[in-house]
């Protein structure tokens, strides 16, 4: 085990410097990202992770061949397909209350990503899909619910005017993700990370495109700032 210079605790495996000190700064272990990464790779780094801390560990953007992998490596862990996401050791669900909301069906993939980290972290999550703004009776017919989350994600592409109405209607944090859903001009998510950015309703956090793990992290945040406990 070794110490930085800010005097917190990894443990270099060679290919990866494990952060095992997370945990005590942030609420929550380190979340491995799994693209570029073997297998065999990801299951040391997360049986280190397992022994130095007592919170859930995640593997994030998964696919199901290596999930399949790592799960023969490490047991006791689940695989959610839709999220792409690998757990160990979930939270149980808590009394911080998550509404993740998509404009469109197409956004469904951005959403189980939100929904599979939010749950696993303890966020008791709820869902609902396909209310965008093409037809803003969908969106009203559930405002009171996104009214009285603790906090909402709002999933949208090509215009991304879902996180203006959205953010108009509730006084709680809203977590705008845009994604790469739309035709040309919606260049890949460009376009709605630029109308969230821009967006007329005050105060909205706004993450990457296609960021499902940012959004329900950010959520995370408010939470373990929540819960910190005073002087």
């Keep these: 085990m070794n110490a930085d210079a800010g005097g917190s605790s990894y443990i270099d495996l060679g290919f990866?410097?494990?952060?095992?000190?997370?945990?005590?700064r942030q609420g929550l272990p380190e979340v491995v990202y799994g693209p570029g990464k073997q297998?065999?790779?990801?299951?040391?780094?997360?049986?280190?992770?397992?022994?130095?801390?007592s919170g859930p560990v995640l593997v994030t953007r998964v696919e199901p061949a290596a999930a399949t992998d790592v799960l023969e490596a490490v047991p006791d862990g689940a695989y959610d397909r839709?999220?792409?996401?690998?757990?160990?050791?979930v939270s149980p669900g808590g009394d911080f209350t998550l509404a993740v909301v998509t404009a469109g069906t197409a956004d469904?993939?951005?959403?189980?990503?939100?929904?599979?980290?939010?749950?696993?972290?303890?966020?008791?999550?709820?869902?609902y899909h396909?209310?965008?703004?093409?037809?803003l009776h969908r969106l009203l017919a559930v405002a009171g619910e996104l009214a009285a989350a603790d906090a909402v994600v709002v999933i949208a592409g090509m215009e991304a005017a879902l996180a203006s109405a959205?953010?108009?209607?509730?006084?709680?944090?809203?977590?705008?993700?845009?994604?790469?859903t739309g035709y040309g001009a919606a260049f890949e998510g460009v376009t709605a990370l630029l109308g969230m950015l821009s967006s007329c309703a005050a105060g909205i956090t706004v993450v990457n495109?296609?960021?499902?793990?940012?959004?329900?992290?950010?959520?995370?945040?408010?939470?373990h700032t929540m819960r910190r406990p005073g002087p």
Excluded: K, Y
């Excluded at 959403?111 to 939010?118: I, K, L, M, N, T």
């Design 39 to 53: 297998p065999s790779d990801i299951a040391a780094i997360v049986q280190r992770l397992l022994a130095a801390n």
């Design 166 to 180: 959205v953010g108009g209607l509730v006084g709680c944090p809203v977590i705008a993700v845009p994604t790469s």
């Design 82 to 89: 839709g999220g792409r996401l690998l757990t160990w050791r």
């Design 108 to 127: 469904r993939a951005v959403a189980d990503e939100v929904v599979a980290v939010g749950r696993a972290i303890g966020l008791n999550v709820t869902s």
């Design 130 to 135: 396909d209310v965008g703004v093409a037809g």
């Design 209 to 223: 495109i296609d960021s499902g793990f940012a959004a329900a992290m950010a959520a995370h945040r408010m939470l």
């Design 16 to 24: 990866a410097r494990v952060d095992i000190g997370r945990e005590s």
